[in-house]
């Protein structure tokens, strides 16, 4: 058990509302990763981070803004949601990482996931 | 872009038979992992391979890791209803060993019957 937890669980919103999805993780892993999943596509990468207030982009960042002010909380933000972005999003952290190099495997530890629906 | 292509994306089959998961690339991996996903929770890792021609058996689960290093392959032999999931393959570029960004498949759907 990494001590992965996500929250909500669920949200239901309305388009162009503003939602933030929390990642919480207790074991002080330095490289947390936010996907969304979504049928026939995997997962893909939204944002990662690699320290507090270090973040970088992933494949499909646009609309989406993410903030790492403790080691222990990785936030995504939907400045303005929309129908589109309705998925589950999974967090996840690296099972290493020292110094600014992760291990040659990257194994990486999921949450539960958020179940995001956009009206 | 670098794509994982895996296949078949869904497989349906009785308990007892075997199956067999691909994972294709036209890219070199230098590690590449197997998850599993039941229903409404997050995908759990099963194995990383790491050598070009790498096999690893996990109980009734096959892995292999191709000489070239860009494509692997999950073998399961008498499927169980409990084997029932989602199975997705990822992996890690070289040159991704400072983000761990890893590349993950489609997935394949199995479905195992009673």
């Known amino acids: 058990d990494a001590g992965i937890t996500q929250s909500p669980r669920h949200k239901v919103t309305e388009t162009g509302t503003p939602v933030t999805l929390r990642c919480h993780q207790t074991?002080?892993?330095?490289?947390m990763y936010w996907y969304r999943q979504d049928p026939g596509h995997g997962l893909r990468l939204i944002h990662y981070s690699y320290g507090v207030k270090d973040t970088d982009k992933g494949e499909v960042s646009d609309g989406y803004s993410v903030s790492r002010s403790k080691t222990e909380d990785f936030l995504l933000t939907l400045e303005s949601a929309t129908s589109s972005q309705t998925s589950v999003y999974f967090c996840?952290?690296?099972?290493?990482?020292?110094?600014?190099?992760?291990?040659?495997?990257?194994?990486?530890?999921f949450g539960p996931g958020t179940r995001l629906t956009v009206l | 872009t670098q794509l994982l292509e895996q296949s078949p994306q869904f497989l349906s089959i009785q308990e007892g038979e075997n199956l067999t998961v691909y994972c294709n690339s036209s890219s070199v991996f230098s590690s590449l992992q197997w998850y599993r996903q039941e229903p409404g929770e997050g995908p759990v890792l099963l194995v990383t391979?790491?050598?070009?021609?790498e096999v690893k058996k996990l109980k009734r689960l096959t892995f292999q890791f191709g000489d070239a290093r860009k494509d692997s392959s999950l073998h399961i032999t008498a499927a169980q209803p409990g084997d029932t999931g989602l199975y997705l393959c990822?992996?890690?570029?070289?040159?991704?060993?400072?983000?761990?960004?890893?590349?993950f498949g489609q997935g394949t759907t199995l479905q195992v019957k009673p």
């Open positions: 996840a952290i690296s099972a290493r990482g020292t110094g600014r190099q992760v291990s040659s495997y990257n194994e990486q530890f």
């Open positions: 990822a992996g890690l570029p070289y040159g991704s060993s400072n983000t761990g960004k890893l590349i």
């Open positions: 391979v790491v050598t070009g021609g």
């Open positions: 074991e002080n892993h330095r490289y």
